[in-house]
């Protein structure tokens, strides 16, 4: 071939051998294609396939292999070209190193090799990362998370979420007010995520809803075991001029003034408080609504003609049992029971008569 042909044949490149990224121009931030290392032919279709597809592992969570371990740092092998390095104390626990060589870790690529350095690796910020996606899963979905309160900040909570910081609010504790928010330093509670963002690293917590759920799902469960003209225990909750709400273990019933006692009763709070423990009977329930409507002098005898002979029948007039606490009127309550188990004779209910006002005036002195 003669030099002037020679000249003007094009040049080829002799083809590579070796397995590796493509290199980047030194200072900017590495952008060379990851392929992992699984032992492909780098002649073959399906590495060119995947050298076309690959993307950089740059802010990605890999997992790695520990290779080397010094006083300051671990080589991890993570099927880059090269392997990673890392700073020691991300893998310590109480100061003590809590890896060895063989351990199989998470770690996230801060940036790939440039220049003769490796590629810079991190525990902590994939803890970090994985924590992030989490969080979001949580929001997306409408699960609960748990967290440790770290301490109360202005007007609520600090709370670290593997690592993570959240803002639990005040307002969102309890559906109760909460006035010491120091009470719940270092305890570990569960919560709803119900604002995130993940760009300006915010995360605002709600307790609250989590016990707002718990509470529907007890009355829910309580509803169902409760029917009408059952006689239920329940705990007096809140007294109203037009009634007391009573607490049936879970699921709140109202019993209504005109449902307290056969005679004239003007203000609940002249026979219940708050606080006290009363048997009632389930008068009407409303499942829809979750509306129990409960009634107390139902509990006594009533007379064919006026409703308060029922207890004139003993000598007690209506007027000394609307006096009477919850505790007192539950006595009676027993008393008038017993009377309409026992026989008609005379005897009989002149002793349940005496009975009677004998345990009234010991109530009446304490």
């Not at 995520?193 to 529907?216: F, H």
């Not at 879970?250 to 002249?270: C, F, I, K, T, Y």
């Not at 329930?285 to 002979?309: H, M, N, V, W």
Request: hydrophobic share 40%; no cysteine.
């Amino acid at each position: 071939m003669s030099e002037e042909n020679r000249r003007a044949e094009p040049r080829k490149e002799p083809q590579s051998t070796e397995i590796a990224a493509p290199r980047t121009q030194t200072g900017a931030s590495s952008s060379k294609q990851w392929i992992p290392d699984v032992g492909l032919d780098p002649g073959s279709l399906l590495y060119e396939l995947l050298q076309e597809q690959a993307i950089s592992p740059e802010g990605e969570v890999v997992r790695g292999t520990i290779v080397r371990i010094s006083e300051h740092e671990i080589v991890i092998d993570f099927g880059y070209e090269s392997d990673g390095i890392a700073n020691p104390a991300e893998f310590t626990e109480n100061g003590i190193l809590a890896v060895k060589i063989g351990d199989e870790v998470d770690v996230l690529v801060k940036n790939l090799a440039t220049q003769g350095k490796l590629p810079v690796l991190s525990r902590v910020d994939a803890i970090l990362q994985r924590a992030w996606d989490d969080l979001e899963k949580s929001y997306r979905e409408g699960k609960s998370i748990k967290g440790r309160v770290v301490q109360p900040i202005k007007q609520g909570l600090w709370v670290s979420i593997g690592g993570i910081p959240a803002y639990l609010p005040g307002s969102q504790v309890d559906p109760r007010p909460v006035f010491n928010l120091n009470s719940l330093r270092n305890q570990e509670i569960e919560a709803k995520v119900i604002d995130l963002d993940r760009k300006r690293a915010t995360v605002v917590l709600s307790r609250k809803a989590i016990i707002e759920e718990e509470n529907a799902e007890r009355r829910r469960q309580r509803l169902q075991q409760i029917e009408e003209d059952m006689i239920v225990d329940g705990q007096i909750k809140h007294v109203t001029e037009f009634g007391v709400f009573v607490d049936l273990g879970g699921v709140d019933g109202l019993l209504h003034l005109a449902d307290m006692a056969w005679g004239d009763l003007r203000n609940p709070s002249e026979l219940f408080r708050v606080g006290e423990k009363v048997k009632v009977k389930v008068l009407r329930i409303d499942r829809e609504r979750d509306l129990i409507t409960l009634g107390y002098k139902q509990l006594f005898p009533e007379a064919a003609g006026d409703p308060s002979d029922d207890l004139d029948i003993i000598g007690i007039s209506t007027s000394e049992v609307v006096r009477l606490s919850a505790k007192t009127a539950e006595v009676l309550q027993e008393m008038a029971l017993s009377y309409e188990r026992i026989t008609k004779d005379r005897e009989e209910i002149e002793l349940l008569k005496t009975e009677t006002r004998a345990m009234l005036a010991q109530l009446s002195a304490a």
